[in-house]
């Protein structure tokens, strides 16, 4: 409604020139002072409008202003109002510019156009985060957006991901930035190789005034294609079978994946207490028994022997742990 509103506001200046609040008030429907809290976010968005106080003062457009566009279809209107993601954005210090500049294309389109963008602000809404985790928390990642966009090197500081050890420098080259599942990369050129970094290990970041030479021909996109494609064909994999009862099936999907629960061979049907075996396959067997814990006592591990045992001997020490801890509240 607010998005409809500003435009409606700024509609009513480029057709009739100046009005007071109060008239702006009563074509709105609002208040005087939710007109005026209108105009300063038209201000703010870059907007050439004033307010001129007295008899003959109102609320005007700069003289000449006019937002046009041609030739955009109903599917391109509709698309580009889909594809907004404000979470990204914000994160990337662009929230306020897509606002603006979606409020601007909103005002430049034919009727029937804004029509049909307005729904799809109404009834559809991304949200690209997956459910119980959280989106990257990524201090430096102004730094990082702003060397991709000017052209400049960075000097980090980087956490790798091979165990406990001291950051590692270097100076990066960045060409890109890309957004998976609510994570950050960074795609840039190091020693004369292109390599992707964890923006959220990035523990400090210094942008240089070295200028950034793209390699010819680069394409962000085709280049993550490639690399996300050869990243999970080398991702280890295990083989495992699991007894589960049937209505708790979707807990393997909520702990590993849809597409483990989806790809699994079902080995049997459901015994006389509900239960069925499934053979799934696993990335990063390491991951695999705690995860497997994490699913409770709706699920028994079969096969292989070495992941059951450790799933018993994680079980185990949690009992020991829990069974010998002193609880903070005894004795009282």
Do not use: C
């Not at 559809?124 to 990257?136: G, K, R, V």
Request: charged share 25%.
């Amino acid at each position: 409604m607010r998005a409809s509103r500003l435009v409606n506001l700024l509609l009513l200046l480029q057709s009739r020139g100046g009005m007071t609040a109060a008239e702006l008030s009563r074509e709105l429907e609002v208040s005087v002072r939710t007109v005026h809290r209108d105009v300063e976010e038209l201000s703010a968005a870059g907007v050439p409008i004033f307010a001129e106080r007295g008899p003959l003062g109102g609320i005007r457009l700069v003289d000449g202003y006019r937002t046009r566009l041609t030739g955009m279809t109903a599917d391109e209107a509709e698309a580009l109002f889909l594809a907004g993601l404000p979470g990204p954005a914000a994160q990337l210090g662009l929230g306020t510019v897509v606002a603006a500049a979606q409020l601007k294309v909103m005002a430049a389109l034919p009727p029937e156009l804004r029509s049909r963008a307005s729904r799809i602000v109404e009834r559809f809404h991304l949200d690209a985060a997956s459910w119980f985790h959280a989106d990257d928390t990524v201090p430096h990642l102004a730094t990082l957006s702003a060397a991709v966009w000017d052209g400049r090197a960075v000097r980090i500081a980087y956490e790798r991901g091979s165990g406990p050890r001291d950051p590692v420098e270097r100076t990066v080259g960045p060409l890109g930035l890309v957004l998976k599942g609510g994570m950050w990369y960074v795609i840039g050129v190091t020693d004369g190789q292109i390599r992707t970094y964890r923006a959220k290990r990035v523990l400090e970041a210094t942008l240089l005034d070295e200028r950034v030479e793209r390699p010819p021909g680069f394409d962000l996109a085709a280049y993550w294609r490639e690399s996300s494609a050869a990243y999970e064909r080398d991702v280890p994999t295990i083989e495992i079978v699991v007894r589960v009862p049937v209505d708790r099936e979707w807990r393997i999907a909520d702990v590993f994946g849809r597409e483990a629960l989806e790809t699994a061979e079902r080995l049997d049907e459901s015994d006389p207490d509900g239960w069925t075996r499934l053979r799934l396959t696993l990335s990063w067997p390491e991951e695999v028994p705690g995860k497997l814990l994490s699913i409770g006592s709706g699920l028994e591990v079969l096969h292989p022997p070495e992941i059951r045992d450790r799933v018993l001997t994680t079980a185990s020490r949690i009992v020991e742990r829990y069974r010998d801890a002193v609880p903070l509240d005894a004795g009282r």
